[in-house]
């Protein structure tokens, strides 16, 4: 069995990949990613972009080394094509005991993490847990001096360790999301969409705590975001994706300024659009 290679360069690598989900209720196999390439550097932080339904949260799910864990065997993440794999470790036939192997390193904040926290837990159990499922025996004071860290970070009182997440607010719980994907120091983060649903205010919050985690570990990460603000201050590379296919991919001012498909240019004009109305609204 492949072990993760945690030094590996690149992190993620990505060959003509393709991936299904399979037919279900009389229809057809759906193919969400078709032929995709790219890779993630030691370190680096590269973004995926593109419109609804495009393949983002498939291929970034599958990277993160779940794509067979979802609930429903409609939902499990077929490898149709071509290769991927994560510090050195193949996705492909990748099993139950593999992928918790490699998920120990990698960190993935799901869609709309902060709508799915466990709602019988307070904050502090709900980071706790993660590090309470691997292991009896850790450093509480240590981890208590970071959670306060990160709190401050992104600006919730300590008096929240002992809110449920239904006294929190979508913006609030979006940010326990965020902190709990890092409490087991991932090497590498995999985040879909971390900013969602958090008001223009609170953002930059979230945008902070991933610098902060960053500049602490140098970890990697593929972000999933359509906040400018948020890839402004941390992506260099971004890949776009439309109805499954790369059709972007390079250093983020190069791809919007000289964008010669015209799905980019339109993305790169809405992203500026949508800069300037929350300017607006400050
Ligand atoms: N469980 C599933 N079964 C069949 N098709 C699915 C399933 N989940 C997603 N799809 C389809 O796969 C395609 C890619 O979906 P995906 O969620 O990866 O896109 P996305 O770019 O992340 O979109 P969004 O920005 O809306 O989250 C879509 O056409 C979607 O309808």
């Given at each position: 069995m492949a072990h993760p290679v945690l030094d590996a360069?690149?992190?993620?690598?990505?060959?003509?990949?393709?991936?299904?989900?399979?037919?279900?209720a009389g229809g057809r196999e759906f193919e969400a990613v078709e032929g995709v390439t790219f890779a993630v550097a030691r370190g680096e932080i590269v973004a995926l972009l593109g419109e609804s339904g495009s393949g983002?949260?498939?291929?970034?799910?599958?990277?993160?080394?779940?794509?067979?864990?979802?609930?429903?065997?409609?939902?499990?993440?077929?490898?149709?094509?071509?290769?991927?794999?994560?510090?050195?470790?193949?996705?492909?036939?990748?099993?139950?005991?593999?992928a918790s192997r490699l998920t120990a390193y990698v960190g993935?904040?799901?869609?709309?993490?902060?709508?799915?926290?466990?709602?019988?837990?307070?904050?502090?159990?709900?980071?706790?847990?993660?590090?309470?499922e691997r292991s009896k025996h850790f450093d509480r004071d240590a981890l208590g001096e970071r959670i306060a860290?990160?709190?401050?970070?992104?600006?919730?009182?300590?008096?929240k360790l002992q809110e449920y997440p239904y006294e929190l607010s979508k913006g609030q719980r979006q940010r326990v999301?965020?902190?709990?994907?890092?409490?087991?120091?991932?090497?590498?983060?995999?985040?879909?969409?971390?900013?969602?649903?958090v008001d223009a205010n609170n953002r930059p919050k979230i945008v902070e705590l991933l610098r902060w985690y960053r500049e602490r570990t140098n970890a990697g990460m593929l972000l999933i975001s359509h906040d400018i603000g948020m890839l402004e201050?941390?992506?260099?590379?971004v890949i776009v994706l439309q109805q499954g296919r790369t059709v972007g991919h390079g250093d983020i001012n190069e791809i919007f300024r000289h964008a010669d498909h015209g799905y980019?240019?339109?993305?790169?004009?809405?992203?500026?659009?949508?800069?300037?109305?929350?300017?607006?609204?400050?």
């Open positions: 360069d690149p992190m993620i690598h990505v060959s003509d990949l393709s991936l299904s989900y399979p037919a279900h983002k949260s498939t291929l970034a799910r599958y990277l993160a080394g779940r794509g067979r864990e979802a609930g429903e065997k409609s939902a499990r993440i077929k490898h149709t094509g071509g290769s991927a794999s994560v510090f050195d470790v193949p996705l492909r036939r990748l099993g139950r005991r593999a993935y904040l799901a869609q709309d993490a902060g709508a799915t926290l466990t709602p019988e837990l307070n904050v502090g159990d709900i980071l706790f847990e993660p590090i309470v860290e990160m709190m401050d970070i992104v600006a919730l009182p300590l008096a999301a965020v902190m709990r994907a890092l409490m087991l120091d991932p090497t590498l983060l995999i985040a879909d969409e971390p900013t969602l649903g201050a941390l992506v260099q590379d980019v240019q339109r993305l790169a004009q809405a992203l500026r659009a949508t800069a300037y109305d929350e300017i607006a609204e400050e």
